[in-house]
């Protein structure tokens, strides 16, 4: 984790703004962290689960970090570096056998072309965004009040209620970082152990 809080210094240094909103594999033992180290950083960000990688935490995580549920961030689903990694994969057969220079400058130029075109498409595919997003809301508000029509007295407001019921609930249950995590949470917090042990062994070695 010590990368991910070097990148948010990093970007904060950068960005005076204070909306930025970070989605990251395992944000919520980042946000347990900075809770316990940083709590001043928790202040101009926030943060959420990717949507897909979102599932596999357990349900206090979904309701706190899930990108459906966060205000602000629309339908963004967080999964842009696994799009990046998909059009890397291919290169793989093609580079293997190169040397790591030649290698290097192939990925490179591939990066560069990447970063050229998501630019270019950048203005057109926002407009489609949008306008996706505005028929996606619509649709939901109809069946939202198709489905609240035979409730008397339920409107938005008591959903709203209800949702933040749910996350006063959830946050409750979200008990120390040692205390309950699935396996993925004790691999990383492992790998980090072993990470900066091996450092401390190149250091006195
Ligand atoms: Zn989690």
């Known amino acids: 984790l010590g990368y991910s ?3 948010i ?8 703004s204070k909306n930025i909103h970070l989605m990251y594999d395992i944000a919520c033992i980042l946000d347990k962290q900075l809770k316990k180290y940083k709590v001043d950083v928790l202040d101009r960000i926030s ?15 979904q309701v706190i970090f899930n990108p459906r549920k966060t205000l602000g961030i ?14 890397l994969g291919k290169f793989s057969s093609i580079t293997k056998e190169m040397t ?10 591939a990066l560069i072309y990447y970063g050229q075109k998501k630019k270019q498409k950048l ?9 996706k ?10 069946v939202l009040k198709d489905l609240l029509s035979p409730f008397q007295g339920t409107d938005k407001e008591t959903i709203g209620n209800w949702l933040n019921a749910e996350i006063i609930h959830a ?35």
Request: net charge negative; charged share 30%.
């Open 171 to 205: 946050s409750s249950k979200q008990v120390n970082v040692d205390d309950e995590m699935n396996w993925k949470h004790q691999y990383v917090m492992n790998l980090e152990k072993l990470f900066s042990h091996r450092a401390k062994i190149d250091l006195y070695g």
């Open 74 to 87: 629309g339908l963004t689903d967080g999964e842009g570096m696994e799009r990046l990694w998909s059009y």
């Open 9 to 16: 210094d990093k970007l904060l240094e950068k960005y005076e």
């Open 123 to 131: 203005g057109a595919s926002l407009v489609t965004k949008i306008e």
């Open 100 to 109: 790591p220079e030649n290698r290097i400058d192939l990925l490179t130029d």
């Open 5 to 7: 809080v070097f990148l």
């Open 133 to 142: 997003s505005k028929k996606l809301l619509e649709t939901s508000e109809q």
């Open 47 to 61: 943060l959420s689960i990717p949507i897909f990688q979102c599932f596999g935490h357990k349900f206090s995580c």
